[in-house]
């Protein structure tokens, strides 16, 4: 089983802001984050951390061996909240440096004491540990009251940027034999960062083809690629990838796709959604980043509420062409949502008015028109965002980007619809994550044997 752990940025500067603190009952402190998870096609596990709860002062005992000792009354407090939330818990300390920690054997030991005890309460959910740094962090994790504890594989900071990072780097991690010096700028990690992260793509057409070339040239190796269509003639004005003869014997656009990565990355692992992307949850569960290339707000509002779900950070792009009296007017835009930042709703890109006009027009809207010189500015920017997200080279463009593009004046600008403000989005809630279904049998079926 491999596991995965998720906490966005602002939960995790909410855990650091507390945790540097100091306390007159212990040399450190400690605290409980509640996580709910979610699991993915190939069996991983992931934990989506959503609140943090820390210890009160007058709950340390005053115990000068070790470090932090929390009393009954603590460990009682934390149960309950697992009880009453049925969520899984995370104990959570912090050792003062930056840099990979490392648990310390009275780490381990004291864990292996208390985490047990939360399979008294929430039997049907994984519980834990993690130590964070100033930076990263390391974990581990049990599945059942008796089982041993497994290390967590790797960690998310989910923000703009994200940060990334696998605590037992093994030496299968391959990196593609392809030579990345012209984009060195972008730090030294970052051709195994693009090697080892999940990227989701949902539409294929025009937007999304370019999408995903731009990623298997940047070096993205693992993916999720989701559209129901095949190529017709008339997608050839704007799908990069796909020739006449797809069109004639009516290939798949993921085909297409998968065809377009291969070509430039041929170890890359792709997971092929040959249906609505609802069809495919679980093989963009596990993703970092998803694109959007939908044709509907509808479909939008849906993938904005997955990925909030998941923690998934969500890139969006559209275009249209509006008619004037005289002329035509080509206009789109590129949008991210960021869990636990402002969303879709917040930056005006929607709203229950334009979602329920949408719905009225339904089927008199016809295809709409796209072409390729267009799709390709939307997709670049959404491409050249991630890339910043993910392989951070400069901080000009940080929080929720919305941008603006006028297809006439081939220009990008922010949206000025969109007013930035400290108010927290009111539209998700942060317990909304994970699979609510998750039970014990899908716990158990994660489970195997494990040399410690
Ligand atoms: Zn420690
Ligand atoms: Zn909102």
Not at 291 to 318: H, M, P, Q, T, V
Not at 437 to 451: A, E, G, R, T, V
Request: proline share 4%; net charge negative; hydrophobic share 35%.
């Amino acid at each position: 089983m491999r596991a995965v752990f998720k906490v966005t940025k602002n939960l995790w500067d909410k855990v650091h802001r507390d945790i540097v603190r100091p306390c007159n009952r212990a040399r450190e402190r400690v605290g409980f984050l509640s996580c709910k998870v979610t699991t993915s096609e190939n069996g991983t596990l992931i934990i989506l951390a959503y609140d943090y709860h820390p210890v009160s002062d007058e709950h340390y005992s005053l115990n000068s061996a070790v470090g932090a000792c929390i009393n009954e009354e603590a460990i009682r407090m934390a149960l309950q909240v697992s009880l009453s939330a049925k969520c899984s818990m995370f104990h959570v300390h912090l050792h003062p440096h930056k840099g990979l920690p490392k648990f310390s054997s009275i780490d381990v030991e004291s864990n292996c004491k208390l985490i047990p005890d939360f399979f008294g309460v929430t039997s049907h959910m994984p519980h834990g540990a993690v130590v964070f740094s100033f930076d990263k962090g390391e974990g581990l994790l049990w599945t059942s009251k008796e089982s041993a504890p497994i290390p967590i594989d790797e960690f998310v900071v989910v923000g703009n940027p994200i940060s990334i990072w696998w605590p037992r780097k093994s030496s299968s991690v391959q990196k593609p034999d392809r030579d990345f010096s012209r984009q060195s700028f972008l730090g030294a990690e970052s051709e195994e960062i693009l090697s080892q992260v999940k990227v989701g793509v949902v539409g294929l057409g025009g937007g999304g083809s370019q999408i995903v070339q731009q990623l298997a040239h940047a070096g993205v190796g693992r993916y999720a690629i989701c559209d129901y269509d095949r190529v017709e003639e008339s997608n050839l004005n704007r799908l990069v990838g796909a020739t006449v003869s797809d069109a004639e014997c009516g290939r798949l656009k993921t085909k297409v796709a998968d065809r377009l990565i291969k070509g430039v990355m041929p170890d890359a692992e792709v997971n092929l959604v040959e249906d609505k992307w609802s069809g495919g949850l679980k093989s963009l569960s596990d993703c970092l980043v998803i694109f959007g290339c939908a044709d509907s707000l509808k479909e939008r509002d849906e993938l904005e509420r997955f990925c909030r779900r998941n923690l998934i950070l969500y890139i969006d792009i559209g275009m249209d062409v509006h008619k004037s009296s005289e002329s035509f007017r080509v206009a789109g835009q590129v949008i991210s949502s960021i869990p636990d930042e402002h969303c879709f709703r917040c930056m005006r890109l929607l709203d229950d008015e334009c979602l329920e006009s949408e719905k009225r027009l339904y089927g008199a809207a016809g295809h709409r028109p796209q072409v390729i010189w267009s799709n390709g500015v939307l997709a670049s920017s959404a491409v050249g965002i991630f890339m910043n997200i993910v392989c951070p080279w400069h901080d000009d463009l940080r929080g929720p980007i919305y941008q603006e593009y006028s297809g006439n004046g081939h220009i990008l600008t922010p949206c000025g619809r969109y007013e930035r403000s400290q108010k927290k989005c009111p539209h998700y809630q942060a317990e909304d994550v994970g699979d609510a279904l998750f039970n014990k049998s899908d716990l158990s079926s994660l489970q195997q044997p494990h040399q410690p």
